[in-house]
């Protein structure tokens, strides 16, 4: 990608532009190529969850206009298109068209940092995790726009709902992304995903993913993710078979359709962003003889990671809000907390690595095991005080659940 | 004082008059002018959500001045903090006081007279110790430059390095009552909010 600026940087210098203007059409157009990766990945991203969804529930989807149905959504792209643009009367308009655009530019901003391949990264900065921590609460600003601005009282409520949820997952998802920030020593994705190499008599395999050094980390990060891209089990705030819709409600047309481009690719890169931290990114077999195979790598794991978001949507009950806001409070919070400070323990204690290693290990696998231990007893209880309560005394002691009179 | 802006003015002229400008002026300029509106927008709008708004937009321009003085770090933090947390927070806060949300608020009240004193003052203090303040002429003598703040001027990566082992050695103190009062804050909004029975 640098040699690519580079080139284009040369080319514009040839035609007889000053520095400055040339190196500023070359970092244009390299954001511009960059960003509109985006919208083209989301019609593959759209397309991947209606087959995956139509075959879990026994349909084909989507196979009539183009090869595997896969312009089905260039269709549906124009008809939105058409539309008409409703305005709701007494709605805020700045705000009101400002909201789907934020939302957009918010996600799209996540490509700049994304590592595809060795060296392949449009800024590699200095602060990228922090970075991508930041641009979420863009995402909250423009939820709490749209409800506010649609005049209407239900996507108020919406909006309050959506920041409400959220805050609470960013905290344990950006204590989670501390993890390999810690180990590593820094915040550079691109060294992040170098650092996660495993070199065997010289030869790098590229599995020393850090999912196998901190497992617990790995799992904190992807389930406050679901929370965060606002999927199943966590999609409560837009419960598409109950409710008419969340914070959105007002919205039509284009601006409709961008706040679902924005769910859509939030999704996929909060994967991207779990495979580079705990997946090994780009990293693989024979990644330093051929690197073009990064990229093979990198976008095998992010859509696995997107095919199994859609297999968790297909088959996963929600949560209530209540279960949601204590999760995040009372199980996951503690947990990343007791996590990060085991390991700054165990990095300053244990002078050999391997040694560090098998601590960090230790006490992720050992944190789980004791959390799913105290969950599982603690849905039991609930069970029997449920069953207590409502149901009749031959269900006690049985596994059989309470399924109402 | 006025006499020491007006050399400054004279100064700017006559150092941009001839040449054309950088881009980091041009950024510059297109950064500066709208987060002074936006200020100015966060005083003047008739609705609270407005004001809230104008307030983002100008936290978002002045973070867009940190990263074009080459402070990544604190544009970030500036963006995550102040947008992320602290504008949420003012918004929210104005979405549930009712009657606030809608309908036109006057941006004056009776303190307006004092806040205009209190601010021309603040501006008269911060422009007199700009044009005060003997700036280095370029880069070479920003880092040979006495005042000390710039002596040792360290970039990239170590920026980060360096602010964590400052926060725990010589800002240990503030560090730790800052981490403090903030669980102070938790606890009294736990105090407040819990069930009275």
């Known amino acids: ?405 | 004082m006025i006499e020491q802006l007006n050399q400054l003015i004279e100064q700017l002229l006559i150092q941009t008059a001839p040449t054309v400008p950088s881009i980091q002026q041009v950024v510059f300029v297109m950064l500066a002018i709208p987060a002074a509106v936006a200020a100015l927008m966060v005083v003047l709008a008739r609705n609270l959500f407005h004001s809230a708004l104008a307030l983002v937009g100008t936290l978002f321009a002045v973070a867009g001045i940190y990263a074009l003085l080459e402070a990544e770090f604190l544009a970030v933090s500036q963006i995550l903090v102040y947008v992320g947390a602290i504008s949420t927070l003012i918004t929210f806060a104005i979405m549930l006081t009712r009657g606030m949300m809608y309908g036109a608020t006057s941006p004056l009240n009776r303190q307006a007279g004092t806040a205009i004193m209190i601010m021309g003052l603040l501006f008269a203090v911060l422009s007199g110790l700009v044009a005060s303040m003997p700036w280095p002429e370029n880069l070479v003598a920003l880092e040979t430059f006495s005042w000390g703040i710039f002596s040792n001027r360290i970039t990239g990566e170590a920026i980060i390095a360096s602010l964590g082992q400052k926060f725990l050695t010589t800002y240990l103190v503030p560090f730790e009552l800052m981490a403090v009062l903030l669980l102070v804050a938790l606890a009294g909004a736990i105090l407040l909010a819990r069930d009275r029975q």
């Open chain 1, 1 to 405: 990608m640098e040699q690519w600026s580079e080139s284009l940087f040369n080319l514009l210098g040839g035609l007889g532009l000053p520095q400055e203007v040339s190196t500023i059409i070359a970092l244009a157009v390299g954001a511009l190529v960059l960003a509109s990766v985006a919208p083209v990945l989301a019609l593959v991203l759209i397309w991947i969850t209606r087959k995956v969804i139509s075959r879990m529930q026994d349909r084909i989807g989507p196979n009539r206009i183009g090869p595997f149905g896969l312009l089905q959504t260039v269709a549906d792209a124009l008809k939105l298109l058409s539309k008409e643009d409703i305005r709701p009367a007494n709605a805020d308009f700045l705000s009101y068209a400002l909201a789907p655009i934020l939302s957009v530019f918010g996600v799209i901003l996540t490509v700049a940092v994304v590592a595809i391949a060795p060296g392949w990264i449009g800024a590699d900065l200095n602060i990228g995790v922090l970075y991508l921590v930041a641009l979420g609460s863009i995402g909250i600003m423009a939820a709490l726009m749209a409800g506010w601005s649609s005049n209407n009282k239900y996507a108020l409520l919406a909006g309050f709902r959506v920041v409400a949820q959220l805050l609470s997952y960013e905290i344990p998802m950006v204590l989670a992304m501390l993890g390999p920030v810690l180990w590593v020593g820094s915040m550079r994705l691109g060294l992040i995903t170098e650092a996660q190499s495993l070199n065997i008599f010289g030869f790098n395999l590229g599995l020393g993913w850090f999912v196998i050094l901190m497992p617990g980390m790995a799992l904190i990060y992807l389930i406050s993710a679901l929370a965060e891209s606002e999927q199943t089990p966590f999609d409560l705030l837009e419960a598409e078979s109950e409710l008419i819709a969340g914070f959105h409600i007002e919205y039509s047309g284009m601006k409709f359709a961008m706040f679902f481009l924005a769910q859509f690719l939030n999704t996929f890169f909060l994967g991207a962003i779990g495979v580079m931290l705990f997946f090994g990114g780009w990293q693989g077999p024979f990644v330093d003889q051929l690197p073009i195979l990064g990229v093979f790598y990198f976008l095998i794991k992010a859509f696995a990671f997107y095919v199994l978001v859609m297999w968790i949507k297909g088959t996963f009950p929600r949560v209530r809000v209540d279960q949601m806001m204590s999760f995040a409070w009372k199980v996951l919070v503690p947990l990343v907390l007791s996590l990060i400070l085991w390991q700054m323990l165990a990095m300053k204690l244990f002078g050999p690595v391997w040694l560090q290693y098998v601590a960090v290990l230790a006490g992720n696998v050992i944190a789980i095991g004791i959390v799913v231990n105290v969950l599982t007893s603690h849905f039991k209880q609930e069970q029997v005080r449920t069953k207590r309560a409502f149901g009749p005394k031959s269900l006690i002691g049985t596994m059989q659940p309470y399924a109402g009179d």
